[in-house]
């Protein structure tokens, strides 16, 4: 897996920079109330998306939390003063906090599924009633346009999926968020090309795909048979899934005491 601490330095310009940030901050934002006021951006990476929320949304207050010690500094700069060093699935906010919490582009990075139930639990439990969650899911699969690439790349080694959309859907109605809507958006300026997908598998973007190992050597020199070595494919297409929690009920009377014999 990556080391996203070191990635922090080249993750604008390796990830479609602004037209992508652009794109995700857009569509996200399709899925949050217009009465929002409070929003928590999980997982913010260098705050490119993060910043976009307020600028595009006026009214709207942002606080973004990563994990990674250079990436909430690159955000500290863009956002400064509400931006949170910490861990998804052991947030540092009290109950019922936000109006929203999104997390783009982060479940398929959890070790197993039982972090992917205590990170959306974590979502479920800031929220406010009426409160809306927004996550991507099937993120791999998303990166699959049909290429000669995805060709090479089918097969590969198989890791487990964190992100399945029913599985997603599944862990929010365990904390008991009902689904509110869902939307797409291209990931601009992502589309691999063949040398870029060699240098990715050599920094470990592809996790069964060890750098240096004789199989990714063995990937490395099929991508490299490929045409067009420097020719972008068509970029992917991520899906977003919106869960609301659902405004307080009125507690259900309680059932008379039966009668004494």
């Known amino acids: 897996m990556l080391d996203y601490d070191e990635e922090a330095g080249r993750y604008d310009a390796s990830r479609g920079g602004e037209p992508r940030a ?25 705050g490119i998306v993060t910043r976009r929320f307020p600028a595009v949304r006026t009214g709207l207050r942002v606080t973004g939390v990563d994990l990674a010690p250079s990436m ?15 861990d998804s699935r052991r947030l540092p906010f009290g109950d ?3 109006d929203a919490a999104v ?7 959890q070790s197993g599924p039982e972090d992917v139930r205590a990170l959306i639990g974590e979502c479920a439990r800031v929220l406010r009633p009426g409160g809306v969650y927004v996550t991507t899911v099937d993120k791999a699969a998303s990166h699959n346009v049909g290429s000669d690439i995805d060709a090479v790349l089918s097969t590969r080694p198989r890791g487990p999926v964190r992100d399945v959309a029913a599985d ?4 929010a109605a365990e904390q008991g968020l009902v689904p509110a809507g869902q939307t797409v ?37 099929r991508l490299a048979a490929l045409p067009d070595q420097d020719r972008p494919r068509p970029d992917p297409v991520f899906q977003l ?3 609301r929690k659902p405004p307080h009920q009125p507690h259900p009377p309680k059932p008379p005491a039966a009668l004494a014999g």
């Open 22 to 46: 652009a794109a995700a901050a857009r569509a996200v934002l399709d899925l949050i109330p217009l009465g929002a006021h409070d929003l928590l951006d999980i997982a913010c990476g260098t």
């Open 96 to 98: 019922a906090r936000f």
């Open 185 to 221: 958006f291209r990931g601009h300026g992502q589309g691999r090309s063949p040398r870029r997908t060699i240098a990715d598998l050599r920094r470990g973007w592809f996790v069964t795909l060890p750098p240096g190992s004789p199989l990714a050597d063995a990937f490395a020199a």
């Open 72 to 86: 909430t500094r690159i955000a500290a700069t863009r956002l400064p003063g509400a931006v949170v060093r910490a």
């Open 168 to 171: 997603v859907a599944a862990c």
């Open 241 to 243: 899934r919106a869960f």
């Open 103 to 109: 997390s783009v582009w982060l479940l398929h990075l």
